[in-house]
Each structure stands twice: as C-alpha cells, then as structure tokens.
C-alpha cells in the first residue's frame, strides 16, 4: 500500500491556473475511477473537493475541477485565489475494500 | 448539520489500548460506511480502515500496517462508531480522524490527538 505520488510543492500567482498531479499504478489509480482530492487548511480538517475523478461536492467552486489519464490523476484549480493556499491530498480506491493516499502537496499562491 | 465528533484520545505507552469513539448526528448512521484517517503532526493523511453497514455484515478492511492491531466497530443504537487500538507504537502517535465515504470522503470530524510515549 504505497502512498500515491505528489509533488511536494506547487506555486501559482493569484488568477493563474495550476495543476497537481497524483500518480499510482495500474492497480489503483489506472483500474478504478475512484480518485477524490482533499484540501485542508493548517489546523483544520481535509474538505473534500473532487470525487470520482470528475465530480465536484455541491459548493465547491467550478474552479477546482478532475480528470486521470492512465495512471495519473489530475486536479487544475483556475483562477488562484489567496484563499487556495492550502495542503492537497488525493486518494484512490486501490482494491480488496482498502485505499490509499497521496502524499500531499503544498499549494503556495504567491 | 452532519456532525462526527471523535472524543477518548490521550497519551498512551507503547505497547498500551485505547479506544477511540466517533458519534454521528444530522444523517442516517446506521446506512452510511465509516472511515477512519490519520495524520501525524506535519505528516500526510493516512487510511485506517473502515466498517460497513449491517446490511453488509458490518464488514471491515484495515490498512496493512494496522491490520491486527487496531479493531473498528460501530453501536447503531447509539450513532457510534469506534477504533480499538491494541499494542500501540511510538509511530502511531497522530491525529485520529472518523469520516463517511458516500462518494468521497464527504464530512470528517475535527480530530482527536493520540499519543503514544513513555
């Protein structure tokens, strides 16, 4: 159960818009379309922002938005705002009813 | 309001128990499959395991580094979900988060601090 892989970092400046990429394996990321991606601010609890790959929870903005190719999946946030500068997580189903984790990264708007 | 309130966190020795509880309120507990999550001070987040429903047998999976140490429950009387942590380790010390994965892991509670030093 290896975590999935991040970048550590990521900067953008307010209006521009970043990618962050989130790499497993064919037995996780590329066999299921179960990725969500999770924001969480210092001292606060993960938001959850994209699921199934593609799916935004009922308000949270259409700037954050999903998709995977292959083994890879993506979140783009467009439009940077200040209040974007937080930690990103992703997270894939990875079979047997078990999932697994990104290792994070930091967004920094500059 | 969906609320998940995780409480019976504390410092613990090596090799030491403790149970964590999860209460619910503001949606059906007894229908919804609960997570649990960790993330050490600075860390990432990491997967638990998790419980399902009793339509699905109350099934549960861990994550294999916890798989036979740590046992999760749930009381649907009491909208209470529970982690059982035995032989606990120095690197078990993180924050402990209870969660329910509709699609997604939509609402998470705010956390309860594990730590476990001598």
């Known amino acids: 159960q290896s975590a999935l892989t991040q970048p550590a970092s990521v900067s953008g400046s307010p209006g521009q818009s970043i990618t962050i990429s989130c790499t497993g394996t064919s037995s996780d990321v590329g066999n299921y379309n179960v990725v969500s991606w999770y924001q969480q601010h210092p001292g606060k609890a993960p938001k959850l922002m994209i699921y199934?790959?593609?799916r935004r929870p009922s308000g949270v903005s259409n700037r954050f938005s999903g998709s995977k190719s292959g083994n890879t999946a993506s979140l783009t946030i467009s439009g940077l705002q200040a209040e974007d500068e937080a930690d990103y997580y992703c997270?894939?189903?990875?079979?047997?009813?078990?999932?697994?984790f990104g290792g994070g990264t930091k967004l920094s708007v500059l | 309001e969906v609320q998940l309130v995780e409480s019976g966190g504390g410092l613990v020795q090596p090799g030491g128990s403790l149970k964590l509880s999860c209460a619910a309120s503001?949606?059906?507990?007894?229908?919804?499959?609960i997570h649990w999550v960790r993330q050490a001070s600075g860390k990432g987040l990491e997967w638990v395991g998790r419980i399902r429903t009793k339509a699905n047998n109350y099934a549960t999976t861990y994550a294999v580094s916890m798989k036979g140490r740590f046992t999760i429950s749930r009381d649907d009387s009491k909208n209470t979900a529970f982690l059982q942590m035995n032989g606990l380790k120095t690197e078990d010390t993180a924050l402990y988060y209870c969660?329910?994965?509709?699609?997604?892991?939509?609402?998470w509670g705010q956390g309860i601090l594990v730590t476990v030093a001598s």
């Open positions: 997270c894939s189903y990875i079979g047997s009813s078990t999932w697994v």
């Open positions: 969660t329910r994965h509709p699609a997604g892991f939509d609402y």
């Open positions: 199934e790959v593609t």
């Open positions: 503001g949606f059906t507990f007894s229908d919804s499959v």
